[in-house]
């Protein structure tokens, strides 16, 4: 829950939670993965065709990824019914006490499309991160910090 010396926390907050883990967690991974597949596409390139990315490329999928993540969770805030509830295990230790989001159970398949979006990002960089293991520039063998970010 969220820790109740903060003060009161309304149905936005409780909103605000699942929008900051979840465009936190877009920008992170869609902005590595866009630079793991500029990795891939000119290094792990066989044909000898000259291959141009350019950085608004690069943001142009970052983007792409963060609309999409932020219309699912318009949809998600628009269905979702949320309300906080405070938990008072001490009433002289106000430490202790806390406030708890709740939401109805209609909001459910949004999530699991939020969730499955979210995997199929993972996976996406996943799949990257393997194809450019081979790859032995120093500046750019990132595949092992890739899988350890995933994996954590």
Known sequence: GI???YGNVTK???HLRVWLLAVGFSLMFSALFAKTWRIYKLLGNK??????ITDKQLWGIVLLLVMVEIA???A???VADSSATLVVNDYYNFSLNYITCSTSRSHFIILAVLVVFNLLI????C???IRIRNIHFPVYDESKVIIFSVYN
Do not use: D, M, Q
């Open 76 to 78: 998600y805030t628009l």
């Open 12 to 14: 936005p907050a409780c």
């Open 47 to 52: 044909s000898v065709k000259i291959i141009r």
């Open 122 to 125: 993972l996976l996406n960089g």
């Open 72 to 74: 699912l969770l318009i």
């Open 3 to 5: 820790n109740a010396e």
């Open 127 to 129: 799949f990257l991160a």
